[in-house]
């Protein structure tokens, strides 16, 4: 999405936890520990991606999209489908995306980014971020970008 500004990417982390796993420093129980709300949430708004769980290999990977901001009002802390998303940009001036990675075989899950969205993307930032990211053409552009992002995380 070419709104998205101030991304943090957590692969990292998720890789530290994988490594602390493989030596055996943490179990498997301290990681695969979704909550039923994230299930549900991965089940009804989730975005299923092609990305092997790291744990137990049989399932996919689905991210769950999570919205907080004042102005979200009692939709602040909901899971929003990726495609609701845009629309939601719009509309509001700033809010928060948190993305959730879950596996729905072993209960994996791990925060995977997070990122602002919102109208004030749209009109030019003070980070010149967005307004760079405009320059440089399509948004079929952008999403090559970030599937490209989204493949180094995997490494
Ligand atoms: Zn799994």
Redesign the pocket.
């Known amino acids: 999405m070419r709104t998205q500004r101030q991304v943090v990417d957590y692969s990292l982390r998720k890789r530290a936890v994988l490594r602390e796993l493989l030596a055996g420093r943490v179990g498997t129980y301290d990681v ?1 520990d979704a909550s039923p709300y994230l299930k549900n949430a991965a089940r009804f708004h989730g975005e299923p991606t092609d990305e092997r ?1 790291p ?5 996919n990977l689905t991210h769950v999209h999570y919205i907080y901001g004042d102005e979200l009002r009692q939709s602040a802390g909901q899971a929003r489908t990726l495609a609701e998303l845009p629309v939601l940009a719009m509309t509001v001036r700033e809010f928060q995306v948190f993305v959730v990675e879950v ?1 729905l ?4 899950n791990h925060l995977v980014e997070q990122y602002l969205l919102g109208r004030d993307g749209l009109t030019g930032s003070p980070e010149g971020g967005p307004d760079q990211d405009a320059v440089g053409g399509t948004a079929a552009s952008g999403n090559g970008a970030g599937s490209r992002r989204r493949r180094e995380a995997q490494r």
Do not use: A, H, K, Q
């Open positions: 695969c769980c744990i137990c290999r049989s399932e596996c075989g072993c209960d994996w």
